[in-house]
C-alpha cells in the first residue's frame, strides 16, 4: 500500500487546514488509519487514528478538540481537519496506515507498515 499526502501549508494562528491521505489501493477491515507529526529537533508523535472498520477515532491529548480525524473507504482516503491551529502544530505531518496494529500500539510508530511522505504544516503567531 502507498500512502501520498497533500494539503500541508501556511497558516495564521486559529486557522484551519485540512490534510487529505489516499492510499493506492483498498485496504482490507483490519486497516488502522493515523496521522503521526514532527517538529523541528523533535520525534515523531501520535496525533490521530481511525481503529480498523469500527470508525472509532482517538487523539493526541493535545489536539483533542480541535483535530478531526476521519475516512472515506469509497475513496481510500483518510483526512485530518486542523482547527484552532497554535504555533506548536508546526511540524511535517506524516499518514500511517497498517493492518496488524493493536489498540496497545497504537500510538507506537513501529506499529504502522505504510507512511506517506509528509507535508508541512507552519503555523505562524
Known amino acids: 500500500v502507498q500512502l501520498q499526502a497533500s494539503g500541508g501549508g501556511l497558516v495564521q494562528a486559529g486557522g484551519s487546514l485540512r490534510l487529505s491521505c489516499t492510499a493506492s489501493?483498498?485496504?482490507?477491515?483490519?486497516?488502522?488509519s493515523s496521522w503521526f507529526r514532527q517538529g523541528p529537533g523533535k520525534e515523531r508523535e501520535f496525533v490521530a487514528a481511525v481503529w480498523r472498520n469500527s470508525g472509532t477515532t482517538y487523539y493526541a491529548d493535545s489536539v483533542k478538540g480541535r483535530f478531526t480525524i476521519s475516512r472515506d473507504n469509497a475513496k481510500n482516503t483518510v483526512y485530518l481537519q486542523m482547527n484552532s491551529l497554535k504555533p506548536e502544530d508546526t511540524a511535517f505531518y506524516y499518514c500511517a496506515g497498517g493492518h496488524t496494529v493493536i489498540m496497545s500500539t497504537l500510538r507506537d510508530v513501529a506499529a504502522y507498515a505504510y507512511w506517506g511522505q509528509g507535508t508541512q504544516v507552519t503555523v505562524s503567531s
Open positions: 489501493e483498498r485496504t482490507r477491515s483490519s486497516y488502522t
